[in-house]
C-alpha cells in the first residue's frame, strides 16, 4: 500500500489513517496525549529502551491533522516548553586552582554520569561558561559526564543520539538505509568535550578520551538497555586539529557537507566540520549492518 506520508523514519499509509480516524472517533474524551499514547501502544512504537515514543507519536499525529488525514481534538492545555523556558545554567562556584603536571602524577581519575543526579547542574554550568558553544539541552538519548581528579572537576563529555545521515560515516560502515534506519541508535555522537581551563596537563585529553570509551558501551547498556558499537565526533578544523582523537586512535571517516539535517537549499550553511569515528568491537559492521538488529 502506498505511503502518504513519512514522519522519523516512520511510513503512513492510507490504512494507518483509517486505523487512526477510528481510534479518534471510539475515544472521543482523550487528550491528544492520551491518543498518542493508544497508537504507540497498538504500533507496539517504542525507544530502544522499551518507553513509548509519545513525543513523536504526535507530532506524526500533528503532520496528518495539518495535511486534512484526520482530525484531533482541540487542544485541553498548552504546556511551557521546558526547553524554551530553559535558564541559562548558572556559573558554577568552582576551585580554579591551576592543575599541572602528567597525567600519571594526578589523583585517582572518576567518571560521573550526572544525567538525572545531583551533579547535573554543575556539569550544565561548566559547559555553559567554559565551552565554546556554550550549553544546549540535549535531545533523545543522551548521557553526561563529569570527570574528576580528588573530587575537583577536571573535564566533562557528553554524548548523545546521531544524525541520521553522514555520508562519509554511512559510506565507512557500509550499511543500507533500511539498515541504518533500524540500528541508528545503536551509534552515540561525542556533542560537547570540554577539558577544564585551568587544567594544563600534556596527553590528559586523549587519556579520558580513551578512558571513556572504554566504559560508554555499559552505561548506555544500563540506561536504555541496548548497547552503542559506535562512536562519532564532529571537529571544528578552523579551531582544532582532533590531536586527542587520532592520538586515542579515532578515525577520520570525512567532512561534513556544512548544510545541516534540515537543509532544503543544497548549499552550505555553517561551518565545516572534520567527521571522526571510533568503532568499539572489531565486528562493529556485522552488529550495525543487520536487518533487524535487536534492541
Known amino acids: 500500500m502506498a505511503t502518504i506520508l513519512t514522519y522519523r523514519g516512520k511510513a503512513v499509509t492510507a490504512k494507518d489513517v483509517v486505523f487512526i480516524r477510528a481510534l479518534i472517533r471510539d475515544n472521543p474524551t482523550d487528550s491528544r496525549r492520551s491518543l498518542s499514547r493508544k497508537l504507540c501502544v497498538a504500533w507496539n512504537w517504542v525507544q530502544p ?15 496528518l491533522h495539518r495535511a486534512g488525514h484526520i482530525t484531533l ?17 548558572p556559573l558554577p562556584m568552582v576551585d580554579q586552582t591551576p592543575i599541572t603536571g602528567s597525567v600519571s602524577r594526578l589523583p585517582e581519575i572518576k567518571f560521573h554520569q550526572v544525567r538525572r543526579g545531583p551533579l547535573e547542574g554543575l556539569f550544565n554550568g561548566l559547559i555553559e561558561h567554559h565551552h565554546y558553544l556554550g550549553y544546549c539541552q540535549p535531545v533523545g538519548e543522551h548521557l553526561k559526564y563529569l570527570v574528576v581528579a580528588s573530587e575537583r572537576p577536571i573535564a566533562c563529555f557528553s554524548w548523545s543520539s546521531v544524525a541520521r545521515h553522514i555520508g562519509c560515516r554511512d559510506k565507512f560502515i557500509g550499511w543500507t538505509a533500511a539498515q541504518r534506519q533500524a540500528n541508528l541508535h545503536l551509534l552515540a555522537y561525542n556533542c560537547r568535550f570540554l577539558i577544564l581551563p585551568w587544567v594544563w596537563v600534556p596527553n590528559l585529553a586523549s587519556h579520558l578520551v580513551s578512558k571513556m570509551a572504554r566504559r560508554i558501551c555499559s552505561d548506555w547498556q544500563h540506561v536504555y538497555g541496548h548497547p552503542v ?7 571544528d578544523t578552523e579551531r582544532f586539529q582532533a590531536t586527542c582523537y587520532r592520538a586515542a586512535n579515532w578515525l577520520h571517516l570525512g567532512m561534513t557537507t556544512g548544510r545541516g539535517k534540515n537543509d532544503r537549499t543544497n548549499k552550505p550553511n555553517r561551518s565545516i566540520k572534520a567527521v571522526w569515528g571510533y568503532p568499539l ?6 552488529k550495525l549492518c543487520q536487518d533487524n538488529c535487536p534492541r
Do not use: I, Q, W, Y
Not at 529502551?49 to 503532520?63: H, K, T
Not at 558499537?229 to 571537529?235: A, I, K, Q
Open 49 to 63: 529502551n522499551g518507553v513509548l515514543r509519545d513525543m513523536v507519536c504526535r507530532s506524526l499525529m500533528l503532520e
Open 73 to 89: 481534538p482541540l487542544k485541553k492545555c498548552n504546556p511551557v516548553n521546558r526547553l524554551v523556558a530553559r535558564k541559562r545554567p
Open 229 to 235: 558499537h559506535f562512536l562519532e565526533t564532529f571537529v
Open 281 to 286: 568491537t572489531p565486528t562493529f559492521r556485522e
